[in-house]
């Protein structure tokens, strides 16, 4: 099978063109990386009494993912945080266990 004379030029030309190319040095770069499961979350500033609770903003991520949307924080204490949430066409309030990330409840508002 004989190849067109403009198809092997042009492979030969980005043969060329790859080898001339020297891409710029890598830099190092800090890189922090945190997993954040319920109950044992890496990030300061959420632990009370020797326990480590999720943020309250993550819990609102919980509670979305849950099938609820529209999710908006009203009570961020601890144990339990407290969410105003729609679901089905219905507003409600869930808590939800600071520590663990578990809807411990929800009621119609």
Known sequence: MKF???VLAAA???????????????Q???VNIFVDIPGFGRLPGYEYGGRRYISCRH???IVDRRGYNRVQPFDC?????RYRARRGGVWWV???????G???GARPL
Do not use: E, H
């Not at 869930?94 to 663990?100: G, W």
């Open 4 to 6: 067109p004379k403009f």
């Open 12 to 26: 030969a030309s980005m043969m060329i063109a790859g080898l001339s190319y020297a891409p710029a040095p890598a």
């Open 28 to 30: 190092a770069q800090d």
């Open 59 to 61: 819990g609102a991520r």
């Open 77 to 81: 204490s601890r144990p339990n945080y």
């Open 94 to 100: 869930v808590r939800l266990n600071a520590r663990t």
């Open 102 to 104: 578990n809807i411990v």
